[in-house]
C-alpha cells in the first residue's frame, strides 16, 4: 500500500503544479512561492514549533494558539503552513509579524525531508484532520513529536482510511497527542490507530478565538457607510451554486423590506469576477466593495459584493443577521462561530459536515436556524428583521454558547507544554 501510495503522489505533484500554474494566471497566489510546495525555500530560526494549518478555517483555530505561544515563549521561532492561498494570505495577516509563513509541501519523500532541514522544529502541530503518511513519517525519524490539535475525523473518513491499511495507521501511531475535538473524535483515532494514552478530549479551539479589539465600532462605521437605516444582512463565504439562492432569498426579503440590503462574500477570490458578472446578467444593482466607500449607486444597491479579503467579520458585526455559506451546496460549511459570538442570528444550510460539532452545538441550543433553500433563507431573514427581540434572543444565545465552550486551549497547552 505504501508503494501505491508512493505511486500516486509521485503522479499527482506534477499534475498538482500546472494546475496551480494554470489558476495562477487568475489568482497569483497559486503560482507565487511555488517552489515551497517541493520542500524548497529559505531556512528559518531552528527549534520552533511549526504549525500546519490547511486553510482559512484552521488558520483561525490555529491563531490562539499562535498568541499563547507568542506570549509564553517570545523567543520560541514559530512557522506557520498553510496548504491553500486564501489560508496563506490569512496566515500572513494574522501572524506576519511573529511567525514564518509559507506553503506545506507536497507529500514526497524528498520534499518532505527537505522542508524538515530548513525548518528544523522542535515540536510540529497539526490542526484537525491533516493526515500524511511520509510527513509523519518523516518526523517520527527525525523524532520530531507529532501534535493532533483540534483533531477531527468523521465516521465516513474512518471507513476510507482503513480500507488503505497500515498505510494510515502508522501516521496516526507516530502522533506524541491525538487532542481530539470531541468523544467521538478521540475513539475514531483510537480506532485508526493512535494510542489511547496519548488521545485526550480536549475541545474546538475554534471556540477559543478573541475578536478584534474594535470590531464592533468598525461594524457600524461600514454599516453607517452602506446601510445606514436601511435592514443588512450578510452571506457569508458563499460557493458557486449559493449566490443563485441568496439572490433568491433577497428577492422575498425585498418584497417585505423594499430597502433591506445583501452583502455576499465570495468564499475564494477568483470568484469575484464571475459573481459580479453573475449579478449584472441578473440585472442585479450592485457596488463592489472594491470600488471604494464613496462607489456610486452605492444607496440604491441591493447587493454588496464584498471583493477584498479579511473584512467578512467587520460585516458580520456590521450585520442584523448572517448566513454562513458553504452550507447550501455540499462543500462542508464554514466558521458559524464568528457571528455567533458577535450576537448575530445564524442561519445555515444542512451541509456542515466540516464542522459538524459547532452546527449541532449551535441548532440544538437554537443559536444558529437551518435552512434548506433559497425561499427558507429568504423567509427567515424577513422573519427575523421584523422582529428585533428574536434577533436579540438568538444572539444572545448564539453569545453564551461560545463562551461556555471555551477552554481548549489550555487543555492543549498543558499537553504540549512538556515538549517544549
Given at each position: 500500500m ?6 500516486a ?5 506534477p ?10 494566471l487568475?489568482?497569483r ?12 525555500g529559505?531556512r528559518?530560526?531552528?527549534?520552533g514549533?511549526?504549525?500546519h494549518a490547511?486553510s ?7 491563531a490562539?494558539?499562535?498568541?499563547a505561544?507568542r506570549?509564553s ?37 524528498g520534499?518532505?525531508?527537505r522542508?524538515?532541514?530548513?525548518v528544523?522544529p ?13 510527513l ?7 523524532r ?5 490539535a ?5 465516521a ?21 497527542i ?8 478521540a ?33 457600524r462605521?461600514?454599516r453607517?457607510?452602506?446601510?445606514g437605516?436601511?435592514p ?9 451554486g ?7 432569498a433577497?428577492?422575498l426579503?425585498?418584497?417585505?423590506h423594499p ?6 462574500a ?11 458578472d453573475?449579478l ?12 471604494g466607500?464613496?462607489?456610486a ?6 447587493v454588496l ?7 467578512l ?8 443577521v448572517?448566513?454562513v455559506?458553504?452550507?447550501l ?11 455567533a ?5 445564524v442561519?445555515?444550510g ?5 464542522g ?7 441548532t ?5 436556524l437551518?435552512?434548506?433553500?433559497g425561499?427558507?433563507?429568504g ?7 421584523e422582529d428585533?427581540?428574536e434577533r ?29
Amino acid at each position: 500500500m505504501r508503494l501505491l501510495y508512493l505511486l500516486a503522489v509521485y503522479l499527482s505533484a506534477p499534475i498538482i503544479s500546472v494546475v496551480f500554474l494554470w489558476r495562477g494566471l487568475r489568482d497569483r497566489g497559486y503560482r507565487e512561492h511555488l517552489r515551497e510546495r517541493w520542500g524548497f525555500g529559505a531556512r528559518v530560526a531552528p527549534q520552533g514549533v511549526w504549525l500546519h494549518a490547511v486553510s482559512v478555517g484552521e488558520v483561525q483555530a490555529c491563531a490562539p494558539l499562535v498568541g499563547a505561544l507568542r506570549r509564553s515563549h517570545p523567543q520560541l521561532p514559530l512557522t506557520v503552513t498553510t496548504f491553500t492561498p486564501t489560508g496563506a494570505a490569512r496566515a500572513r495577516a494574522l501572524f506576519g509579524d511573529v511567525a514564518e509563513v509559507r506553503y506545506v509541501p507536497f507529500d514526497l519523500p524528498g520534499a518532505v525531508r527537505r522542508f524538515l532541514r530548513r525548518v528544523e522544529p522542535r515540536l510540529a502541530v497539526i490542526f484537525e484532520t491533516e493526515l500524511w503518511p511520509n510527513l509523519y513519517r518523516e518526523c517520527r525519524r527525525r523524532r520530531v513529536p507529532l501534535v493532533l490539535a483540534s483533531a477531527r475525523i468523521s465516521a465516513r473518513s474512518l471507513g476510507r482510511y482503513r480500507r488503505l491499511g497500515a498505510l494510515f495507521t502508522d501516521a496516526v501511531s507516530s502522533a506524541a497527542i491525538v487532542a481530539a475535538q470531541g468523544e467521538g473524535d478521540a475513539a475514531r483515532f483510537k480506532a485508526l490507530g493512535a494510542a489511547a494514552a496519548s488521545t485526550h478530549v480536549t475541545g474546538n479551539l475554534k471556540f477559543d478565538f478573541e475578536l478584534p479589539a474594535g470590531l464592533a465600532e468598525r461594524g457600524r462605521r461600514l454599516r453607517g457607510v452602506y446601510a445606514g437605516q436601511r435592514p443588512l444582512w450578510v452571506a457569508g463565504s458563499t460557493h458557486e451554486g449559493e449566490e443563485a439562492a441568496v439572490l433568491e432569498a433577497q428577492r422575498l426579503v425585498r418584497g417585505r423590506h423594499p430597502r433591506a440590503l445583501v452583502v455576499i462574500a465570495p468564499r475564494h477570490p477568483p470568484r469575484f469576477g464571475a459573481v459580479a458578472d453573475a449579478l449584472t446578467t441578473a440585472g442585479v444593482a450592485f457596488v463592489r466593495r472594491s470600488d471604494g466607500e464613496d462607489a456610486a449607486g452605492a444607496a440604491e444597491a441591493e447587493v454588496l459584493l464584498l471583493d477584498s479579503l479579511g473584512e467578512l467579520l467587520e460585516f458580520y458585526a456590521a450585520a442584523d443577521v448572517a448566513f454562513v455559506g458553504g452550507s447550501l451546496v455540499p462543500v462542508g460549511g464554514h466558521n458559524l462561530l464568528e457571528p455567533a459570538a458577535l450576537g448575530v442570528p445564524v442561519l445555515t444550510g444542512p451541509n456542515n459536515f466540516n464542522g459538524a460539532e459547532v452546527a449541532r452545538l449551535l441548532t440544538a441550543r437554537g443559536a444558529a436556524l437551518l435552512v434548506e433553500s433559497g425561499a427558507e433563507l429568504g423567509a427567515r431573514v424577513s422573519t427575523l428583521l421584523e422582529d428585533p427581540g428574536e434577533r436579540e434572543r438568538i444572539g444572545a444565545l448564539g453569545r453564551d454558547c461560545v463562551a461556555a465552550s471555551r477552554g481548549a486551549l489550555a487543555r492543549l497547552l498543558e499537553l504540549i507544554e512538556p515538549l517544549l
